[in-house]
């Protein structure tokens, strides 16, 4: 089984280096369905996961001067306090029971079904917003609508472990549209490393993260990620994206089904 875990961990880095989509997204499904990890326990190892990963990444964005510190602030103002409060509706009802088993599964083929519109529609809803800037918020409102948005995805991401990627990538389209793709990606990254970092100990506190099963996974997607970073230019991106949305659709299907 073990074997099976590095495999796939590299599985799931390879395509995260070629198309720049969360792990969370292809992760926490395969733990749940095709080796029946309960899906807390998958939530919390890929929240431990990305919490690593992501810091890494900050770092390197930082260095480039692509992460807008004023917009992960306010995304930090919703996210936090969500993932705190959803950690405690967590504990109470009991994050292992069959239960709430049931809500995370089908918290996570929602999520995936989010990203899969996200890999879809992003650059055209990028497009149409740049052409009609009268559409743009601005302001107060705008400041409000990052902090409602990173409520959101704090929530999203405590359950599910998937939004801060992909879906977060998305919203931060269509609330700044006019931010470079190298700045939506440093921002995305950035505020996620706090959120991740909050919601996996929440996860650690209640019991849910296996801690061997998150070495192995690291084993295999470090240098899957490698591999997918370096081949990333050499596989058409269209190509990739449309089979990772039928994938991922696919098992979006079969968590409800």
């Given at each position: 089984m073990t074997v099976s875990y590095v495999v796939s961990g590299f599985a799931v880095g390879l395509l995260v280096g070629l198309t720049g989509v969360g792990g969370g997204s292809l992760m926490t499904p395969l733990l749940t369905l095709l080796f029946g990890i309960h899906p807390s326990v998958a939530v919390g190892t890929d929240l431990a996961f990305a919490s690593a990963t992501k810091t890494a990444g900050t770092l390197a964005h930082r260095f480039k001067g692509t992460v807008r510190w004023d917009v992960v602030?306010?995304?930090s103002y919703g996210a936090l306090p969500a993932a705190l409060i959803t950690t405690l509706l967590l504990k109470h009802f009991g994050a292992v029971s069959d239960g709430i088993a049931l809500t995370i599964r089908y918290s996570i083929a929602v999520s995936v079904f989010l990203t899969v519109i996200a890999l879809l529609f992003r650059s055209r809803m990028?497009?149409?917003?740049?052409?009609?800037?009268?559409?743009?918020?601005?302001?107060?409102?705008?400041?409000?609508?990052?902090?409602?948005?990173?409520?959101?995805?704090?929530?999203?991401?405590?359950?599910?472990?998937?939004?801060a990627g992909a879906v977060g990538a998305t919203l931060l389209v269509l609330l700044y549209p006019r931010l470079s793709p190298a700045e939506i990606a440093g921002t995305d990254i950035a505020y996620?490393?706090?959120?991740?970092?909050i919601a996996a100990l929440g996860h650690w506190w209640l019991g849910s993260i296996n801690w061997e099963l998150l070495a192995t996974l690291l084993l295999?997607?470090?240098?899957?990620?490698?591999?997918?970073?370096?081949?990333?230019?050499a596989v058409p991106e269209k190509f990739l994206r449309g089979l990772l949305a039928i994938t991922l659709t696919s098992v979006a299907v079969k968590l409800i089904w």
């Open positions: 602030r306010r995304l990028q497009a149409w917003l740049n052409a009609h800037p009268q559409r743009q918020l601005q302001g107060a409102t705008l400041a409000n609508a990052t902090i409602a948005a990173g409520a959101l995805l704090g929530t999203l991401v405590t359950i599910s472990s998937i939004g996620a490393v706090p959120l991740t970092a295999g997607s470090v240098p899957g990620i490698t591999i997918g970073s370096l081949a990333a230019r």
